[in-house]
């Protein structure tokens, strides 16, 4: 039982490089949800989905887009990345939206 | 707009005291509220919680206090442990599943 996972742990990108990251959760739960994290402004939500084929806007969405085409994964993808996007990222599952979350061990994007 | 402070960013305590972090929120028709801890290089992982019909729960060394008039949790450790060194978030239902506060990094110094 892995829990969440997220590939990859690291990458740096330039300007205008585009990439995806991938989060896996084995707990079989609906919500799955990407946040960022930078210094001095906490968890900030990307987006979440509440269901496989579901997406829906977080607080900090620009520049993000999301898929949930199956209930274990949620991709974010940075079509061209900006280095206002360097940041922590942090991959989320909870069985209701009500429940814990139980987060991943994040990926450190760096954009040159 | 649920919106989550924590004014402190940090909090230095000595080993064997007690650590209280705080926190406050806007928007009170959410019935439950939560507490996060995270190491660096870490996901943060759940700690505690409390239902909006409690003031008080209490996991071990981990008490949370909810005043809901005052819009108000606290978290308190005690007796503090150098293990417990690591940022804390609160969380808080809000238009998002969890709207989560900027975190409060305690220092437990031995």
């Known amino acids: 039982n892995a829990g969440v996972t997220q590939t990859p742990k690291f990458r740096v990108l330039k300007t205008g490089q585009s990439m995806t990251l991938l989060c896996a959760q084995d707990m079989n739960h609906e919500y799955m949800y990407w946040y960022r994290q930078d210094p001095g402004m906490g968890l900030r939500l990307i987006h979440y989905s509440v269901g496989e084929g579901t997406t829906a806007k977080g607080e900090v969405p620009d520049g993000y887009n999301v898929s949930r085409l199956k209930k274990q994964n949620f991709l974010l993808g940075l079509e061209s990345a900006a280095p206002s996007q360097t940041s922590v990222y942090f991959c989320?599952?909870?069985?209701?939206?009500?429940?814990?979350?139980?987060f991943g061990p994040g990926t450190r994007l760096t954009v040159l | 707009d649920q919106q989550v402070k924590q004014n402190s960013p940090s909090l230095s305590v000595q080993e064997g005291r007690i650590s209280i972090l705080n926190c406050d929120y806007t928007?009170?028709?959410?019935?439950?509220f939560l507490w996060y801890k995270k190491y660096p290089a870490e996901g943060p992982t759940f700690l505690i919680s409390i239902s909006s019909i409690k003031d008080k729960n209490e996991d071990g060394r981990f008490t949370v206090f909810l005043n809901k008039s005052a819009k108000h949790l606290s978290l308190h450790i005690v007796p503090s442990q150098p293990g417990d060194s690591a940022v804390y978030f609160c969380?808080?239902?809000?238009?998002?599943?969890?709207?989560f506060g900027k975190g409060t990094r305690l220092s437990v110094i031995a």
């Open positions: 969380a808080v239902p809000g238009n998002t599943p969890l709207v």
């Open positions: 928007n009170s028709m959410f019935d439950y």
């Open positions: 989320a599952s909870s069985y209701k939206g009500s429940d814990t979350q139980y």
